[in-house]
């Protein structure tokens, strides 16, 4: 963005998904720009868990036609507008106050320094012992191009530029291998070597590279600019690796073992829980600790295998405790006390990409869940 252009919504969601790519979404999941128009200039964002009418209304008060929400409002079609739902009646009032709402759900679940890293972090995890609980596979795409050799260097500068070689901790990863390459330009042809009508030989250079799907089409675009053929031969094809950067759940060390119930206590503090249900105490340190924001029940063998001590979720059903079978301690925070640092999260993000915007951090607190 330009310096003294106004703020777009556009622009916003453009940082947004640059961290979180809707790609990365889960296929139940309502990621994206919910309500409202892409073009328009944005006064104020105000950053929730979730989307009530009691946050649109302060979204309105503060001056702020943006709500950015971790849990989207609107999951299912909705067939009819009669504000006989509150989630009706907040896209309603949304509408009404000329309020865009976007959300940055699963995605930002499955990002390395998303939801997860944040909540291994509250819990006392160190940074560098932190890793993907469950590393998602067949996301990653491979492109092989056919180069002359003396452009070589500039076509693969070009695609590592745009995004192109990244693995894990690494970049600018690649593949050359040197050969020969044919072809015979046909009438209507402009070819930078060789005649209509003969077959060319010509030095050159097979370049491979991994791509994230979402950055496929800028490296396609920033690949064809750089390459000097016509027509450029290439190809490209999924992959079944994983990637250790993209996935669900997050597992780290604590600096030192702590005792289980010290452990409890602490993360009830730092969550602000009002209760942790828990399995049985198992009477060994808790050093190991795997995490999922929200509901984290699918990933119990994950943590299980990871040798964590103890995981840290929520949503647990009464049945899914007895899967613990004395291997590790579930502690159940809720939903709400997993994933409200979310918020403060998202907030940052923005204040490092528009440090001189109105940005606010809902008051309303949106849990449904309430203890005696």
């Not at 399995?279 to 795997?290: E, F, H, I, S």
């Amino acid at each position: 963005m330009q310096a003294n252009q106004p703020l777009r919504v556009r622009d916003v969601i453009a940082e947004l998904e640059a961290w979180a790519p809707p790609a990365l979404q889960e296929s139940y999941d309502n990621s994206g720009l919910l309500v409202g128009d892409r073009n328009a200039e944005v006064t104020g964002v105000l950053v929730s868990l979730d989307c009530t009418e009691e946050v649109v209304a302060e979204a309105a008060a503060c001056g702020a036609n943006l709500i950015v929400s971790h849990h989207p409002i609107v999951f299912k079609g909705l067939k009819r507008f009669t504000g006989s739902t509150y989630v009706e009646r907040t896209v309603m009032a949304a509408i009404r106050q000329g309020i865009q709402l976007y959300a940055i759900h699963t995605n930002l679940d499955n990002v390395a320094d998303g939801v997860n890293q944040r909540l291994a972090s509250l819990v006392g995890c160190t940074p560098k012992s932190q890793r993907i609980l469950r590393p998602k596979a067949s996301v990653l795409m491979q492109v092989v191009v056919y180069v002359p050799q003396n452009h070589a260097e500039a076509v693969q500068q070009a695609v590592f530029d745009a995004g192109a070689g990244r693995i894990g901790n690494y970049d600018e990863c690649g593949w050359l291998v040197h050969g020969q390459g044919t072809f015979r330009p046909l009438p209507g042809a402009q070819p930078f070597a060789g005649q209509i009508g003969e077959r060319e030989q010509a030095d050159e250079v097979r370049l491979e590279v991994v791509v994230e799907p979402w950055k496929l089409s800028g490296v396609l675009h920033a690949m064809k600019a750089a390459h000097p053929y016509e027509e450029v031969a290439h190809s490209v094809w999924p992959l079944e690796n994983t990637l250790s950067n993209i996935g669900s759940g997050m597992v780290g060390e604590l600096p030192e073992a702590m005792d289980e119930a010290a452990f409890l206590d602490r993360l009830k503090a730092t969550l602000g829980c009002g209760a942790v249900k828990h399995t049985q105490l198992l009477g060994r340190p808790v050093r190991k600790v795997a995490v999922c924001g929200g509901s984290g029940s699918f990933l119990l063998g994950d943590a299980i295998r990871a040798g964590a001590d103890v995981f840290v979720t929520s949503d647990f059903k009464y049945h899914e405790f007895f899967d613990a079978d004395g291997r590790i301690v579930i502690a159940d925070v809720g939903h709400y006390e997993s994933e409200w640092q979310t918020t403060d999260l998202i907030l940052k993000r923005l204040n490092e990409k528009f440090p001189n915007f109105a940005l606010h951090l809902a008051k309303a607190n949106p849990n449904p869940i309430h203890y005696r």
